[in-house]
């Protein structure tokens, strides 16, 4: 079974950029599909980005166009790029793969 960390996490002020790290273990995450969601307490949960398995990415309406998702297969990690953060990016920030769940990286965009 595979354990996701993120990090990246913190307080960004609007306009600003924030690159999140889920970092995997216990198995290569290279030919997987990984995808970042985020969710704020008492909200649902919104798809944010994916990575395929071949490298095709795919981006939620509310990031495209500003969001960079990559995978490093190196360190086995995927890493999301926000730029021009505004304040209803606030929100907990959790990548997954296969069932597997991180535990969340909270990102708070306030001037």
């Known amino acids: 079974q595979v354990q996701l960390v993120e990090s990246g996490g913190g307080l960004v002020q609007p306009g600003g950029s924030l690159r999140l790290s889920c970092a995997a273990s216990g198995r290569a995450v290279s030919s997987e599909n990984v995808q970042w969601y985020r969710q704020a307490p008492g909200k649902g949960r919104e798809l944010v980005a994916v990575?395929?398995?071949?490298?095709?990415?795919l981006y939620g309406d509310s990031v495209k166009g500003r969001s960079t998702i990559s995978r490093d297969n190196a360190t086995n990690t995927v890493n999301l790029q926000i730029n021009n953060l505004n304040t209803e990016d606030t929100d907990n920030y959790y990548c997954?793969?296969?069932?597997?769940w991180g535990q969340g990286a909270q990102v708070t965009v306030s001037s």
């Open positions: 997954t793969s296969k069932l597997n």
């Open positions: 990575i395929g398995h071949l490298g095709t990415t």
